[in-house]
């Protein structure tokens, strides 16, 4: 199996650890070959999907990145049914979106929180 050097601080590198105990995982190489299947699997689902679609999208930020998430926001007004913005603790943000429309424009909204660096999660959910 070829071998992947990946740089993580360590702040990830202590949640890994915890999660591959919690989770029962050998080691990390194991918990984080599960994770990359984990987001290639749900990668293709979203980039399968066609047609019209119903879809709840979630993210989360820290508060100083409102204006990044309040961009890419704006970019997709034809596809947001419903926005609900809520404050969380440790000055975090929850994103709540209710999306309908075709499903390229929400996986170019999911993709676009997705790679902003600005964005600590994001998970759609397809209806």
Known sequence: MPIVSISLNEEILGEIDNAR????????????????????????????ASGRLNAILLATHDQKAEDIVT????????????????????????????????????????RALQVSRKVDYVKLVMA
């Open 21 to 48: 105990r919690t989770l029962g995982f050998s080691g990390r190489s194991e918990l984080i070959r599960s994770a990359v299947r984990s987001f290639l699997t749900e990668s293709k689902n979203i980039a399968n």
């Open 71 to 110: 961009k890419i926001k704006h970019s997709f007004d034809d596809t947001i049914v419903t926005h609900m913005h809520s404050k969380l603790e440790n000055g975090k943000c929850l994103e709540t979106f209710t999306l309908l429309g075709d499903a390229e424009r929400i996986d170019m909204m999911f």
